[in-house]
């Protein structure tokens, strides 16, 4: 059982940052590719970026590529994505996710935890 808790959201103007963190329990933390996904309001939610076991490999929707980072940090068990020059359409719910299968297929396999979310918003 892996319990992830995410962090880091708030409200942020057009061009700024933030960054995530989530935060997993348990020792097996090292044995999962990570994943960060969003779903706006009347959408469903979306991947948006994973994360390979060891770190060295990483994969983003297109919409992020170069203004998103993954990484993770496996003596800390802990992912983080950090957010760079933000648009209003990047406003969602960030969750953080696990999973057993490869990051290569997080994008179209369904995790096997999730965390709760936190809420970003970027005001134009």
């Known amino acids: 059982q ?3 808790v995410e962090s880091g959201g708030g409200l942020v103007q057009t061009g700024g940052s933030l960054r995530l963190s989530c935060a997993a329990s348990g020792r097996t933390f090292s044995s999962y590719a990570m994943s960060w996904f969003r779903q706006a309001p009347g959408k469903e939610r979306e ?4 994360v390979s076991r060891s770190g060295k490999s ?8 170069g203004r ?3 990484s993770r940090d496996n003596a800390k068990n802990t992912v983080y994505l950090q957010m760079n020059s933000l648009k209003p359409e990047d406003t969602a719910v960030y969750y953080c996710a696990a999973g057993s299968l490869p990051y290569a297929s997080a994008s179209h396999n369904q995790p096997d935890y999730w965390g709760k979310g936190t809420q970003v918003t970027v005001s134009s």
Do not use: M, N
Not at 47 to 50: C, D, K, L, T
Not at 58 to 65: G, Q, S
């Open 2 to 4: 892996v319990q992830l």
């Open 47 to 50: 991947f948006v970026a994973s």
């Open 58 to 65: 990483t994969l983003y929707v297109d919409d992020v590529k």
């Open 68 to 70: 998103f980072t993954i």
